[in-house]
T-cell receptor, first 115, second 112 residues
Framework: DTGVSQDPRHKITKRGQNVTFRCDPI?????LYWYRQTLGQGPEFLTY????????KSRLLSDRFSAERPKGSFSTLEIQRTEQGDSAMYLC?????????????FGSGTRLTVV | KQEVTQIPAALSVPEGENLVLNCSFT??????LQWFRQDPGKGLTSLLL?????REQTSGRLNASLDKSSGRSTLYIAASQPGDSATYLC???????????FGKGTKLTVNP
């Protein structure tokens, strides 16, 4: 068990480009969550999956954002036509079951800088 | 709408001191409360998880308490060490939801 893995750790991109991040949860965890954290703020919920089904999306997740978890294992988060306001730390977390009992395990995050 | 507040925003203490970090939340309908540690530029490390039916949890030098009815939690760190320097985040799991609502964190500096 290597924990929750995120790739890449850092990404610098030019405004208008598309970027994709990957998250590999702990292998037996069926729930996967994406959060976004801007400087000096706590993380904010973006979306979550139970297996391959995307069950909830935040209003923060604009049309330029899309997330997938095609086989109920790893997940990708894509941002199209990036804007400077997208610069943030993107955090992935997973949970063995409902987080009411198990809580969350977070990855190390992907730091996105849009220039 | 649930709001989580952490006080103080920053704290600087000498090594060896015992300290308390505070967290308050506006809606007491929570499943649990989790304390996390975040080092600069890194992800979150879970420290303690308190279920809504529990009053406290302990792990080593850390003790977290929860008073759900008053919407408060505290994280007590005993005999602080320079390695404890980090930002500490409090988060509640809202009833009827699977999403965490976070505070902005308390940035702790322990001086040798």
């Amino acid at each position: 068990d290597t924990g929750v893995s995120q790739d890449p750790r850092h990404k610098i991109t030019k405004r208008g480009q598309n970027v994709t991040f990957r998250c590999d949860p702990i292998s037996e965890h069926n729930r996967l969550y994406w959060y976004r954290q801007t400087l000096g703020q706590g993380p904010e919920f973006l979306t979550y999956f139970q297996n391959e089904a995307q069950l909830e999306k935040s209003r923060l997740l604009s049309d330029r954002f899309s997330a997938e978890r095609p086989k109920g294992s790893f997940s990708t988060l894509e941002i199209q036509r990036t804007e400077q306001g997208d610069s943030a730390m993107y955090l992935c977390a997973s949970s063995l079951g409902r987080p009411t009992s198990y809580g969350y395990t977070f990855g190390s995050g992907t730091r996105l800088t849009v220039v | 709408k649930q709001e989580v507040t952490q006080i103080p925003a920053a704290l600087s203490v000498p090594e060896g001191e015992n300290l308390v970090l505070n967290c308050s939340f506006t809606d007491s309908a929570i499943y649990n409360l989790q304390w996390f540690r975040q080092d600069p530029g890194k992800g979150l490390t879970s420290l303690l998880l308190i279920q809504s039916s529990q009053r406290e949890q302990t792990s080593g030098r850390l003790n977290a308490s929860l008073d759900k009815s008053s919407g408060r939690s505290t994280l007590y760190i005993a005999a602080s060490q320079p390695g404890d320097s980090a930002t500490y985040l409090c988060a509640v799991l809202q009833g009827g939801s699977e999403k965490l609502v976070f505070g902005k964190g308390t940035k702790l500096t322990v001086n040798p």
